[in-house]
């Protein structure tokens, strides 16, 4: 089986920083991909940011200059450090990750999601 659970969401003032951590755990071959979302209440889940197949990254309009999406050692940790935050980030964020299962198959896996809520 394979995990990802997030965590480091919590409550912060706007224009304050935080960084959520996400961590793919279990059997498997190899992390293709791994992405961030979030969904505010109310709202669908949007997409907000992701490594390229070229080893670059890619972020959301509405994050991009604050969010910086990295991995961690050990490499099946990655990081999305959040600064200068507004309070339109309010969200449960929560990381994606398809992995190559060790019988050679495509699996996309999700985690329960951490909160961030950001006070004006």
């Known amino acids: 089986q394979v995990h990802v659970v997030e965590s480091g969401g919590g409550l912060v003032q706007a224009g304050g920083s935080l960084r959520l951590s996400c961590v793919v755990s279990?059997?498997?071959?190899?992390?293709?991909?791994r992405a961030w979302y979030r969904q505010a209440p109310g709202k669908q889940r949007d997409w907000v940011a992701c490594?390229?197949?070229?080893?670059?990254?890619n972020y959301a309009d509405s994050v991009k200059g604050r969010f910086t999406i990295s991995i961690g050692n050990p490499k099946n940790t990655m990081y999305l450090q959040m600064n200068s935050l507004k309070p339109e980030d309010t969200a449960a964020y929560s990381c994606?990750?398809?992995?190559?299962?060790?019988?050679?198959?495509?699996?996309?896996?999700w985690g329960q999601g951490t909160l961030v809520t950001v006070s004006s």
């Open positions: 279990g059997s498997f071959f190899s992390i293709r991909y």
């Open positions: 490594f390229t197949s070229g080893g670059g990254t």
């Open positions: 994606k990750a398809v992995v190559t299962t060790l019988q050679g198959r495509s699996l996309e896996v």
